[in-house]
């Protein structure tokens, strides 16, 4: 017989941005079954965010849901003081917000993404405004979130553990995206430089940074089979990730079981970073 799962969380209080779908909910979920109370974080009006919380809330979990822009120091501000007056405190954060390209949907899939020849992408070509919106989410946005999970866990003075989503994206050139990949590796840089700063206050940083997964944020590939099989010969798994394996790797590296761990990059990518 199975020994039942331990619950690492039970006591603390989380933060997930990114929270109304994809890797994001699937952490919140997760952490909430794991005796975490969630402030799930994402945009105003996204229905989504409500849809999670209730399912937290049916499985006998506490959560709020916190409408905010991450891109906006005062709407990070803002959502971290939300889970500190929902829930006493804030323990632990994972920082997954993030656009694929300025006109990003999620759940919706644009016609770059379709499209086989994306030069019009190309930086040469790009206007910088598209340039701005995509750091400002995924890079500034992190920061922002970081920091304002930080102060708070400093003011507590018990120390707390943050989780970044990079992507593999960091580690290759993504010619069209180029916005995406330097966003997606300053997030890496951002990890490092933030686990050196905030270890004294016990405080540890770390970055998952997933292959493709199958979210959202993946359906122009994972909607297309002849391309979803091609890529999956492609992975040495077999298979698109899923977000339950981005939730646990973020929730190993939340927990005590990775206490001496920071300012580190897992990659759960099915392999295809072994080379």
Sequence with gaps: MAEPRPIRFLGKVALVTGGASGMGAE???????E??????????????????VQQIRED???????????????????AAQAAVDAFGRIDLCIAAAGILHADYVSGEVSDSELAADRRDGYLINKPVELWEKVLSVNLTGVMLTNRAVARRMIDQGEGGSIVNISSGAAKIPMPGSAEYSVSKTGVWMLTRVLAQELAPHDIR?????????????????????????????????GRLGEAADIAEASLFLLSDYAGYITGQILHPDGGLFTG
């Design 205 to 237: 940083v770390n970055t998952v940074a997933p292959g493709v997964i199958d979210t959202p944020m993946a359906l122009a590939l994972s909607q297309d089979e002849e391309r979803r099989a091609a890529f999956e010969r492609f992975v040495p798994l």
């Design 60 to 78: 006998g979990g506490q959560a709020i849901y916190v409408g905010a822009d991450v891109s906006r120091e005062s709407d990070c501000d803002a």
């Design 27 to 33: 952490s919140s979920i997760r952490l909430a079954r």
């Design 35 to 52: 005796g975490a109370a969630v402030a799930v974080v994402g945009l105003p009006d996204d229905q989504r965010g409500a849809e999670v």
